[in-house]
């Protein structure tokens, strides 16, 4: 299932997301340069301009709706996002959710 992150989601949003980092570049960082407090006061300054969705398999959040980084190292994670329905507009992806 796909649910919308609230207030109270922050720190699993920026959890995966840090997760999400130290994957793609490989680094073994925990932080992986993400500056946690600065996004967090930009995220309390505007909530209104920040939107993010999040896997939820039987309550456990399982992942974080992503672009796809370039290169074809990433072309079967793009080649995934496409055959559950969403759509290539250039390395970001979309899915409107009914």
């Known amino acids: ?3 919308r992150a609230t207030a ?3 720190d699993t949003v920026l959890d995966l ?3 999400l980092l130290v994957e ?3 680094e073994t960082s925990q932080s992986a340069g993400m500056d946690r407090p ?7 300054a505007a909530p209104d301009r920040w939107t993010a969705f ?3 398999d039987d309550r456990t959040t399982i992942g974080i709706e992503a672009t796809a980084p370039p290169g074809a190292r990433w072309d079967r994670s793009v080649a995934f996002y496409e055959r559950n329905g ?8 979309k899915l409107l959710l009914s």
């Open 86 to 93: 969403f759509v290539f507009t250039g390395r970001k992806l």
């Open 1 to 3: 299932m796909i649910t």
């Open 8 to 10: 109270d989601d922050v």
């Open 17 to 19: 997301v840090n997760r």
């Open 54 to 56: 999040l896997a939820v």
């Open 24 to 26: 793609l570049s490989d």
């Open 38 to 44: 600065k996004i967090i006061a930009d995220l309390s």
